[in-house]
C-alpha cells in the first residue's frame, strides 16, 4: 500500500548521506515533488533528529557511512514502534550479490545501488509514495 498525503501536504524526507556532492544531487532529485528535505551526515545523526522528535515519511540513507552505518542505523529505527512505518531506502554504491536481501532483512524497504539516476530514486519512492510535483 502506498502512502499518500492530502494535495495541501508535503512529505517530509531525510537524506542520510555522508557525500555532499551526493547529498546535493538526491536533493535536486526530488526537489521537484512536494517534500520538505532535512540532510544528516550519518546514522548517528539521523537517529538524534528521529529521537529529538522530527517526523519523517521516508529516508533515503547511504548504507556506508561514517559514526554509524545505514545498517546499524536502520537496525536502531526498527527496534523503536514508533517509527515502524518509516519508509526507508538504502543506497550503495558498492553492491555486491546479496546486498539487496541483506538491506531489506536489517529493515529497510528499498535499495538502491548508485550512481544514482533520476529514474531509479523516481522508482523507488513511486513504489512507496504517491508523488505529485510541486
Given at each position: 500500500m502506498k502512502?499518500?498525503?492530502?494535495?495541501?501536504?508535503?512529505?517530509?524526507?531525510?537524506?542520510?548521506?555522508d557525500n555532499p556532492e551526493?547529498?546535493?544531487l538526491i536533493?535536486?532529485?526530488i526537489e521537484q515533488y512536494n517534500v520538505n528535505i532535512d540532510i544528516?551526515?550519518?546514522?548517528?545523526?539521523?537517529?538524534d533528529k528521529l529521537n529529538y522528535g522530527r517526523t519523517y515519511d521516508i529516508v533515503i540513507m547511504d548504507i556506508q557511512m561514517p559514526v554509524m552505518?545505514?545498517?546499524?542505523?536502520?537496525?536502531?529505527i526498527r527496534k523503536n514502534p514508533e517509527f515502524s512505518n518509516l519508509i526507508?531506502?538504502?543506497?550503495?554504491?558498492?553492491a555486491m550479490q546479496g546486498d539487496e536481501q541483506i538491506a531489506l532483512s536489517k529493515g529497510m524497504n528499498d535499495y538502491i545501488t548508485k550512481p544514482i539516476t533520476k529514474q531509479?530514486?523516481?522508482r523507488a519512492l513511486s513504489?512507496?509514495?504517491?508523488?505529485?510535483?510541486s
Open positions: 502512502f499518500k498525503k492530502p494535495k495541501s501536504q508535503y512529505y517530509n524526507v531525510i537524506i542520510a548521506e551526493h547529498q546535493k536533493k535536486k532529485l544528516v551526515n550519518n546514522g548517528q545523526e539521523l537517529l552505518d545505514g545498517y546499524t542505523a536502520t537496525e536502531a526507508i531506502i538504502g543506497l550503495t554504491a558498492f531509479t530514486l523516481h513504489r512507496h509514495l504517491v508523488l505529485k510535483k
